[in-house]
């Protein structure tokens, strides 16, 4: 695995905006962590995704009605990842690192797990993001080719088209497979795992029993496997898709930049801070209803420099940064409406199916 560093020798950008941020939160007297509205998302996404599983599970209903039921709770259990799940694997939920771990395994109950998550995500994908070759997050080749760095091969000409059913079946490959392919493997991508404790592999492999109880064996014996397997399905398709597209409006879009390393040692020619800049794009920051549902996502920037700070506190935040970036010459990319960053991530990855010209050397 080859060592990537960055050029924080003079990390004058990061330091100002720190000390800025810092301010804020001191002049208004407020914590970092979430505050009720954050805890009204949570006694809301939960409760409500438990009514809707038992709903399924206890009172006959027509099909449709059936499979509408399960989207909306792939949808809300999606929502339930965004806002409760990711601050609290973040750190950010609550000032109690009991209340992060505790609600940080909602994500065991929706079929992942907690302590891989926290090494893919907080330390991998936060640190390099958007290098290929390091960020698992964009590690799809060849399936998918998200940036220019990438293989191409003939079937990408297509990709901006069939990446849809790969984004739909995403979350049941992160379940049944990658989970375990990493487990397994003792890594992610190319990074090793680091060491699990006995509590670590029983609650991996006790939270995917339980998930195989509660998805699975019991719909299975109450409504028989037909209904099972089309409500599951229903309910995946629209969970992966949401994942999926979010993240993709993030960081794969026309907007943001890309590194890549090799086997050799690797220095970018940025602080951290303007790296997570330059690879990442905010998405409808004017829209409450997306920054509801999503976590506050949508603010991506502010999440990639200030991931221990509860999504609550992103639209304030974001002015901050907006004027720092201003002030030291960096590009802000934040794209106005979701659809304007669906439009652009699907270019993206039509122009990316394009077969590369080879460049002629002289």
């Known amino acids: 695995m080859a060592k990537v560093t960055f050029n924080n020798k003079k990390a004058l950008f990061f330091q100002s905006l720190k000390a800025s941020v810092e301010e804020y939160f001191t002049e208004n007297n407020i914590k970092k962590t979430g505050n009720r509205h954050l805890y009204i998302k949570t006694v809301v996404l939960i409760p409500l995704a438990v009514l809707i599983y038992l709903s399924l599970l206890m009172f006959p209903m027509p099909g449709l009605l059936g499979i509408t039921l399960s989207a909306v709770l792939g949808f809300i259990l999606a929502c339930i990842g965004f806002n409760v799940m990711h601050d609290a694997c973040h750190g950010s ?14 994500l065991n109950a929706l079929g992942g797990n907690a302590f891989i998550w926290k090494q893919k995500h907080n ?19 060849p399936l998918m080719r998200q940036c220019s760095t990438q293989t191409w091969t003939p079937a990408h000409r297509v990709q901006h088209i069939y990446v849809v059913l790969i984004y739909a079946i995403s979350s049941f490959a992160w379940v049944f497979i990658m989970d375990f392919v990493k487990y397994l493997s003792r890594k992610v991508y190319r990074t090793p795992l680091q060491p699990m404790k006995m509590k670590d592999h029983v609650t991996f492999w006790a ?71 330059n690879t990442t794009s905010n998405f409808a920051p004017g829209n409450r209803i997306i920054s509801w549902f999503v976590g506050g996502l949508n603010y991506q920037v502010e999440h990639h420099l200030f991931p221990r700070i509860s999504h609550v506190h992103y639209p304030e935040i974001s002015k901050i940064v907006e004027a720092k970036c201003a002030e030291f010459g960096v590009q802000y990319n934040c794209l106005p409406t979701m659809t304007s960053a669906v439009r652009s991530h699907f270019r993206f990855m039509r122009d990316l199916g394009r077969k590369p010209v080879p460049v002629m050397a002289g």
Do not use: C, R
């Open 93 to 106: 939920y609550s000032e109690n690192s009991v209340v992060n771990d505790i609600l940080g395994l909602t």
């Open 123 to 141: 330390i991998i994908h936060h640190t390099y993001t958007n290098v290929d070759g390091m960020d698992d997050d964009i590690a799809k080749s």
């Open 207 to 277: 939270s995917k029993a339980l998930y195989l109880v509660f998805y699975v064996a019991i719909p299975v014996a109450l409504l028989g496997w037909q209904a099972w397997l089309i409500g599951f399905t229903a309910m995946h398709v629209v969970m992966g898709f949401t994942l999926a597209i979010v993240f993709q409006l993030a960081h794969v879009v026309e907007e943001t930049n890309f590194e890549v390393v090799g086997d050799e040692p690797k220095v970018i020619e940025n602080e951290w801070a303007i790296h997570q800049i």
